[in-house]
Structure formats: structure tokens, C-alpha cells
């Protein structure tokens, strides 16, 4: 299983990207899929997660301005961030719980991650 993030680049404050992961490969079902992010001199973060049936939820700083959504068709997760702000620079990474088979447990993957960069 891959995980294949884009969508990130460089934007104006104030400014609006969306990021799409893509899973490919040996996949029987996705549980959760997520969006982190790492900032330069600090630790990963969650940023938003959505459940298999679309239940979301969000770290405070996003909330209002960000919206996370999945087509589980595509095995796509989506982070739409509107109103960026400086300090939301930082490198996403996807995050999805995988099954390949039908008896199988999730197993957990990450993207490479994109970089998103806001400046002021």
C-alpha cells in the first residue's frame, strides 16, 4: 500500500490550497484517514481526521478554516484549508489505517508528505 500526497506550495496569507492523498495497492478497506503536519523545530501534529463514515474532527488552531472530506470510491482523503496563516507552514503528511484483506487488522501508513508553505 502507497500513500501519494499533493497539492501543497506556496501561498499569500489569506490564501486557500487543498491537499489530496491518494492509496493505491493491496487494500480491502481504509478506517480513518488523517492529515498531519510538522512545522520546522517541532513535533508532528494532528491536523484533522475523518472516520470511515465521515465523522471528522479537527486540532482547534483549523477549526473554521479548514475542512477535511474522502471519497472512499478513490481511496482519496482531501484537507481544503482556506484563510491560511503563517503558522500553518509546515509539511503534511497523510495518515491511513489499511486493510488488505478481509481478516486482516489495519495496518498503519503515511504519505511522503507535501509542503505548504503560507507566507505574510
Known amino acids: 500500500v502507497q500513500l501519494q500526497a499533493s497539492g501543497g506550495g506556496l501561498v499569500q496569507a489569506g490564501g486557500s490550497l487543498r491537499l489530496s492523498c491518494v492509496a493505491t495497492g493491496r487494500i480491502f478497506s481504509i478506517n480513518d484517514m488523517g492529515w498531519y503536519r510538522q512545522a520546522p523545530g517541532k513535533q508532528r501534529e494532528l491536523v484533522a481526521v475523518?472516520?470511515?463514515?465521515?465523522?471528522?474532527n479537527y486540532v482547534d488552531s483549523v477549526k473554521g478554516r479548514f475542512t477535511i472530506s474522502r471519497d472512499n470510491a478513490k481511496n482519496t482523503v482531501y484537507l481544503r484549508m482556506n484563510s491560511l496563516k503563517p503558522e500553518d507552514t509546515a509539511v503534511y503528511y497523510c495518515?491511513?489505517?489499511?486493510?488488505?484483506?478481509?481478516?486482516?487488522?489495519?495496518?498503519?501508513?503515511w504519505g511522503q508528505g507535501t509542503l505548504v508553505t503560507v507566507s505574510s
Open positions: 475523518i472516520t470511515k463514515s465521515g465523522r471528522t
Open positions: 495518515n491511513a489505517g489499511v486493510r488488505d484483506t478481509y481478516y486482516s487488522i489495519a495496518d498503519d501508513y
